[in-house]
C-alpha cells in the first residue's frame, strides 16, 4: 500500500472508543491532568455550531476528595470528602482515554445548552458534585477519585 491508500484504509475502519460514561484525562488547559466523564460525544462535530470538530461534553473534578483517617471527626471527614466539579467542551486531541468507565447518570444533569447560562450552569455543577459525591461515599470506582 501506498501511504495514501493505509491512511484512508484506517480511517474508514476506525472505531468509535470515545463514547459517554468513559473516563479520561485533560491534556491541555486549565483542568490539564484531571480526570472527567464523558457526558456526550460528538464525533463528526456540530455543524450548526463554531465546533466543526470532533468534541465531547466532559463533566470532571478540580478538586479530589482528601485522605480521611479513623481518628478524624465526622465533620472533619465530611469536610475532607468534598469535590469540586467542572462542565466543558473538549476538543478530542485534548484528551485522553482510559480503560475505565463511570456510569452515574449526568445525562439529565449535564446538557449542552447548561453552558449558555450562567444560573443553569452554577445549578448543574452543584448537581453534579452530588452525584460525584453520593458515587465516592458508595465506595465504587476508587480509581476515579484519586490523583494521577
Not at 67 to 80: D, F, G, L, N
Not at 101 to 115: C, E, G, M, P
Not at 124 to 135: F, G, I, P, S, T
Request: aromatic fraction near 10%; hydrophobic fraction near 35%; include cysteine.
Amino acid at each position: 500500500y501506498s501511504r495514501r491508500r493505509y491512511s484512508l484504509f484506517y480511517r474508514i475502519i476506525m472505531v468509535k472508543f470515545l463514547k459517554a460514561t468513559k473516563v479520561v484525562v485533560l491534556l491541555n488547559g486549565r483542568y490539564a491532568g484531571r480526570k472527567a466523564v464523558i457526558v456526550k460525544n460528538f464525533d463528526d462535530g456540530d455543524k450548526n455550531n463554531s465546533r466543526q470538530y470532533g468534541h465531547a461534553l466532559v463533566c470532571g473534578m478540580n478538586n479530589y476528595p482528601r485522605k480521611v483517617i479513623k481518628k478524624h471527626s465526622e465533620k472533619k471527614q465530611a469536610k475532607k470528602s468534598k469535590i469540586k466539579a467542572f462542565i466543558k467542551v473538549v476538543n478530542y486531541n485534548h484528551l485522553m482515554p482510559t480503560r475505565y468507565s463511570l456510569d452515574v447518570d449526568l445525562k439529565t444533569i449535564v446538557t449542552s445548552d447548561v453552558l449558555d447560562n450562567a444560573e443553569k450552569k452554577k445549578k448543574a455543577l452543584l448537581d453534579a458534585k452530588k452525584q460525584l459525591e453520593d458515587r465516592f461515599a458508595s465506595g465504587k470506582n476508587r480509581w476515579f477519585f484519586t490523583k494521577l
